[in-house]
Structures are given as structure tokens and as C-alpha cells.
């Protein structure tokens, strides 16, 4: 590792847009009002989309990369999980454990 590099878990931002869906779980889109549990604090957001293994949250803080939160979603129990990407706005959330 180079002196002085070192990973902080903070926004890495992607500078080219993505050309092919590499996702390998269908998405269902959600548009619905949740709650998200982030640094001891809820907060209301919206899902955008979610999968058996994860969730596209709508949420205007900043959560860093690797965080752990849980989601309060109608139709589920809390769902615990944990920050992949950050980006405008929106946050990817990967589950602890898949949805049945």
C-alpha cells in the first residue's frame, strides 16, 4: 500500500455513468415512505426500489460507505444493513440477511 493512501469508508465518486445492469436480483420499484435508523438518529426517507438483498434509500444526509443502519419498511421488520454506495442523494443498502 502506498504511504500515505488509506481507505476512510467516504464517497468515491463514479465518474462514468453505468453503461450495463450488472445487478443479478430483479428490482422492484417501491416509491414509498420509510424510516432509517443512521448514527442512533431516525430518519424519514423514501425507498426508490428494493430486492431480496438490498435497497435503493432516497435520504439527504450523508451516510459514509460501510455504516450500519436499519430500515423500518410497511410489510417487513426491521431490516439491518449496511451502506455500499452513496451518491445525489441516494443510498444503496445491502441486507444482513436476504428477504424471503
Known amino acids: 500500500m502506498s504511504a500515505g ?5 467516504a464517497m468515491i465518486p463514479r465518474r462514468v455513468k453505468r453503461m450495463f445492469d450488472q445487478r443479478s436480483e430483479a428490482r422492484s420499484d417501491a416509491h414509498k415512505p420509510a424510516t432509517m435508523e443512521h448514527g442512533g438518529r431516525r430518519h424519514d426517507v423514501a425507498i426508490a426500489n428494493i430486492s431480496r438483498s438490498g435497497a435503493m434509500v432516497i435520504f439527504g444526509g450523508v451516510p459514509h460507505i460501510g455504516d450500519k443502519v436499519t430500515l423500518g419498511v410497511t410489510g417487513h421488520g ?4 449496511e451502506v455500499r454506495w452513496v451518491r445525489d442523494g441516494r443510498v444503496g443498502v445491502t441486507f444482513d440477511a436476504p428477504l424471503d
Open 78 to 81: 426491521p431490516l439491518a444493513g
Open 5 to 9: 493512501f488509506k481507505l476512510e469508508g
